[in-house]
């Protein structure tokens, strides 16, 4: 008994060794940790910490820039890579790689670019690398961006630096397109030589800064480009993106001083970050509108404008921001936002509530004690979303209206969607990555919600048709104005409020978030 | 033994197999992943062609024929999130996990051992009560609320150590008394019902009449013959502490299996999760299998059939 007890003590002992080693084995493969970075409260000066680490929600998808639909993995990018245009911070957008441009025709466009930028492998940009980048996002319909890029037809080379990017179309959207990700310049010559794969593992690009490692769900590594066309960023030696997805442990790494910066910091830590001796918040209003979309199918209560005016005369919006949203939100009855092309200041920073108006509109409209009706909610993709979606059932109540409230895990959510099974609202939060309202307002867009939402709206329709490829710039913003003054009447979708961004940051640095989302690190500055 | 060993090696087949059926239907049932990999405001139209680019319109049989055709080579398909193979993605993540198992195992190990022989020992006594008690708060803590008090307390308040990440020891001891905590609480009762059975045993009796000092008569005597179970039940504990590591691995955002599960369950990434419940399988198997030698090796009148 006791041969066979030191055995089987044995055996357990080796397979938890076994399994340690293997762990180990990996550890050791780690990079070392940020020591001055750890568990120590932030110094305040950071002469000796030049490296910045930054606690993202979700890891990034992959470094192939045109096959995702993320937002944070463009805030990881956007360091790596260069995009023809870029916008300022006042949302103006300004050739970036482009040096020179000139538009030809309704069609075509003539660029220079910049002369002496290259790549993290020392391979020069050339046009070549232009027709590249563009043409794959532009024909490769297995691609994420591919709807966002199809609009190209080709790119024709003139010599080394010049090109003409032709669309199939009058494109007016194509400077906001060629201001994001899609246009991030991939290197030709490297991906033919090593391939997708090799790539994939090693990027490349013209950015700031250059890649040094990515342990998937744990950090991306980036150092500065020692030859970036602009001069090497020297404010950091190296820049850390970790991922952090639970919210508590993303505000303790903060807290603790284990990171410099935490994106996504809920309300209910707002008050433990800005008490937190070395920690602040940090709030920009962000690109996304959280609104109402409401069901005009005949048949639905909500096909009558009336009853869709008393919706939105029956929500608070103001006190959706103050109380659920502590602060977090601001209320507008347009989906187009300040920054975006298009946007229409009157209707921003305000919103309709008139409890009385809201019931006498239901009343003329047949509905004197009110209807029942169905409100989908997703629950945990928005700020407080189920809150919101809590007290706006509340609100329509006071009014009259019953609400059902149906909270859905995501993923059924986008099913529903999907198979048009919603019934009178949604609860929706939809941002602009083009920052052109064209797309915003595209959501009155009658063809395209059929069998959904069935909302028609014949002047919007003929504003849509003749925006859609209008080349003047102003007109085509008084028309994108137009519509949303329209749909604000018609109120097809109930315009809520937009979110901010909530940031934590650590006081030893200065860093101002952008309504974008970007996290652009040679604006982040040590004190 | 070697027949033995073979016979359940070739039991594996038709169970792996029935895994891969049940898990592909869940996800299949679930629904079309491509709405969620396209962003709010897709067309119907962007969602139509990539769900016929990613070949996500063909029926249940010819997906689930495609899928084991692939498996039967050793392929386990691409992500569609990742968009590289899943298999790499999967093993490359095993380490870490593992390295957390292990180490939640031995956290375990050195709170229920002494405690459960301790409690045995004053059985019906007052200390006995609270270590039984404390067994069944163990077992009932939430692994997600014990990990970020964990992090509170010692992380926040007192800084001994790293919040989260994997990187040193410093980084493992929080998540592994997470993950080890309610593992310890079951082999605590485990041990101590084991002691309490055998403590009562005429040799245990006789040992004592000898003068033997109670040290030995516990530990010598008593705890070895009371290990059989509780060796056998360890490694059972297997799929606990893969279902623990899910959660614990997200709370401190340790870079194992379990967030890489999470993320491909929640993007409906058929082929990382149909990799990563595979791999889990056949560890937990593997580990039935192991406990099923220990059991014949540790007592003999178990008979190999």
Known sequence: MKIKSLLVMGILLAVLALTACTGKEATDKQPSPNKGNETQKPTGKSEENRVLTIAMGSD???????????????????????????????????????????????????????????????????????????????????????????????????????????????????????????????????????????????????????????????????????????????????????????????????????????????????????KNDGTSMKKETSNRTIMLILRSTEGYP???????????????????????????????????????????????????????????????????????????????????????????????????????????????????????????????????????????????????????????????????????????????????????????????????????????????????????????????KRK | MIKFLFKRILEFIPVLIIISFIVFSLVFVAGNPVALMLPEDASQEDIERLTVALGLDQPFIVQYGKYMLGLIQGDFGRSFRYNTDALPLVLERLPATLELAAASMVIAIIIAIPLGVWSATRKNTSMDLLATGGAVIGKAMPNFWLGIMLILLFSVTLGWFPVSGRGTMAHLVLPAITLGTGIAAEMTRLIRSSMVEILSQDYVRTAKSKGLRDFFVVYKHAFRNSLIPVVTITALQTSTLVGGALITETVFSWPGLGQLLIQAVNTRDMAIVQASVFIIAILVILMNLLADIIYRILDPRIKYS
């Open chain 1, 60 to 274: 990034i998808v992959s470094f192939d820039i045109h096959n995702h639909n993320n937002t944070s993995t463009e805030a990881v990018h956007d360091n790596m890579f260069n995009y023809l245009f870029k916008r300022d911070d006042n949302n103006v957008i300004q050739p970036e790689l482009v040096d020179t441009f000139e538009q030809l025709d309704e069609l075509t466009v003539q660029m220079k670019l910049k002369p002496g930028v290259k790549f993290h492998n020392g391979d020069p940009l050339t046009s070549e690398d232009v027709k590249f980048t563009l043409e794959r996002v532009a024909t490769d319909d297995t691609l994420k961006e591919f709807p966002n890029y199809k609009q190209i037809k080709q790119v024709d080379i003139i010599d080394e630096l010049t090109f003409k990017i032709v669309t199939h179309a009058p494109e007016p959207s194509l400077f906001h397109r060629l201001s994001r990700l899609g246009s991030g310049m991939l290197p030709k010559k490297y991906i033919e030589e090593n391939g997708w794969d090799h790539f994939l593992a090693n990027p490349v690009g013209t950015g700031p800064y250059k890649f040094k490692q990515w342990v998937r769900d744990d950090r991306i590594v980036m150092v500065p480009f020692e030859d970036y066309y602009e001069g090497k960023e020297d404010e950091w030696d190296e820049v850390v993106f970790r991922v952090i997805p639970e919210n508590s442990t993303r505000v303790s790494e903060l807290l603790t001083g284990g990171v410099d910066i935490a994106v996504n910091v809920p309300p209910s830590d707002w008050d433990r970050v800005d």
């Open chain 1, 302 to 524: 909500t096909s009558d404008v009336r009853v869709r005016q008393a919706i939105d005369y029956a929500i608070d919006d103001g006190s959706l921001a103050e109380f659920a949203l502590k602060g977090g939100g601001i209320p507008t009855t347009t989906r187009v936002g300040p920054g975006n092309f298009g946007h229409n200041p009157k209707l921003y920073n305000t919103y309709n509530y008139d409890l009385e108006k809201a019931k006498s509109l239901l009343a003329e409209a047949g509905y004197p004690d009110g209807f029942e009706m169905t409100l989908h909610s997703p629950r945990g993709r928005y700020l407080q979303d189920a809150e919101v979606t809590e007290m706006i059932a509340g609100m329509l109540t006071q009014a009259g209206i019953k609400v059902n409230i149906e909270f859905m895990e995501w993923s059924n959510f986008v099913e529903m969607r999907s198979a048009k099974k919603n019934k009178d609202a949604y609860l929706l939060g939809l941002g602009n990555s083009m920052f052109d309202g064209a797309y915003s307002v595209d959501w009155y867009r009658a063809a395209r919600f059929e069998g959904e939402t069935d909302y028609k709206n014949d002047e919007i329709e003929e504003l849509l048709k003749a925006s859609a490829s209008n080349m003047n710039s102003a007109e085509r913003e008084a028309q994108i104005q137009r519509i949303e003054e329209i749909a604000a009447e018609d109120v097809p979708h109930v315009q809520l409020y937009q979110e901010t961004i909530n940031t934590g940051v650590s006081d030893r640095i200065v860093f101002t978030p952008t309504q974008d989302e970007m996290i652009y690190v040679p604006k982040i």
